[in-house]
């Protein structure tokens, strides 16, 4: 390979960038990766030009430099390269370049779309859910949606999942809910398997079942998904599924807390006003009352106003200094 991109062969020197910026088979190295890259893209092989503009965007091997990134996104993107049509619209869309143009993004999600890029499909699908760029039209997200899920994509199957259990755009229908959740989260998409194990916890077209509820919790919660942990946790406290044990209500609730979600924060502030899985703490407990409540959960607000009474003006003051230095861990 190294001989071929020596020799000026772009597709061989977008393939040995690749090779360096994953790692494989050598040593990873950005700064090699973004030189090959370069010397592909120069040459006017659209995937490197892709693929730099990505470099860009990551800062990996150079500073992150979205005008650049732009640059060369819009060179592929202008000889219909869908996959740069797609990173394109998504700078548009996240406000990158260098102001949120909507209809900037959806013209070029548009265009990657109509090519059957199936990531494409699902974002314009988007936007036509939520009226970005485009009219809302929720008839039309959805046919975008199916055009993506159709391709397996994991993400549109998800949003029709969404759109079936809520019945927008499409008659309420679990069974069709659920077969687009299972598709989803048999490819490890975390959203859907938390999705899908509440289905189970709630009996929602299908058969109650916990063992197969804390499965799918499980799965997503080991890929950080904070919604999973936190459901993983009260499954765990109410031994649904499990043996209840309340240390790993705790343990679960903790990991998701700490990462700023407000359902789990609420869970161990009530579990440290008990002593419930961890020790009595009144200056943990309402640090993560008060953390919690910023998102809008206020579960037991009576046990906190309780402990408060029982704190000194002191443990009032240590934990105040936890709320404000709270920083959610990525």
């Keep these: 390979m190294r001989k071929q991109a020596d020799n000026g062969l772009a597709e061989a020197q977008n393939t040995l960038g690749l090779m360096y910026k994953s790692g494989?088979?050598?040593t990873q190295d950005f700064t090699q990766a973004l030189k090959w890259f370069q010397k592909s893209a120069e040459q006017g092989y659209l995937a490197a030009q892709k693929n730099l503009g990505l470099m860009y965007v990551e800062g990996k091997g150079v500073k992150p430099d979205l005008n650049e990134a732009v640059k060369w996104f819009r060179k592929a993107a202008d000889q219909n390269f869908a996959s740069a049509q797609n990173y394109l619209a998504m700078l548009y869309v996240e406000g990158k370049v260098p102001t949120q143009d909507m209809a900037e993004a959806a013209k070029w999600l548009r265009k990657a779309a109509e090519a059957n890029y199936a990531e494409a499909q699902d974002n314009l699908g988007c936007l036509y859910l939520y009226g970005k760029g485009v009219p809302q039209d929720v008839s039309e997200a959805v046919n975008w949606f199916h055009k993506a899920a159709d391709r397996n994509y994991a993400s549109a199957q998800d949003h029709l999942g969404d759109l079936f259990l809520e019945g927008k755009g499409v008659p309420q229908d679990y069974a069709q809910a659920l077969d687009h959740y299972q598709k989803a989260a048999n490819q490890n998409y975390a959203a859907s398997q938390s999705?899908?194990?509440?289905?189970?916890?709630?009996?929602k077209g299908v058969a109650q079942d916990d063992a197969e509820a804390v499965k799918w919790f499980r799965k997503a919660a080991d890929q950080d998904y904070t919604s999973a942990q936190n459901q993983l946790g009260m499954m765990y406290e109410a031994g649904r599924g499990v043996p209840q044990d309340y240390a790993k209500a705790a343990e679960y609730y903790r990991k998701a807390a700490e990462r700023g979600y407000g359902g789990a924060?609420?869970?161990?502030?009530?579990?440290?006003?008990?002593?419930?899985g961890v020790p009595k703490d009144l200056v943990e407990a309402y640090k993560w009352f008060a953390v919690g409540a910023t998102h809008g959960d206020n579960k037991r607000s009576d046990l906190r106003e309780a402990i408060k009474k029982d704190m000194t003006p002191a443990q009032l003051a240590e934990a105040e200094k936890g709320v404000q230095e709270f920083k959610p861990r990525n």
């Design 24 to 26: 494989t088979g050598l």
């Design 195 to 203: 999705t899908l194990a509440w289905m189970y916890a709630e009996g």
């Design 265 to 276: 924060q609420n869970n161990l502030a009530i579990a440290y006003a008990l002593g419930q």
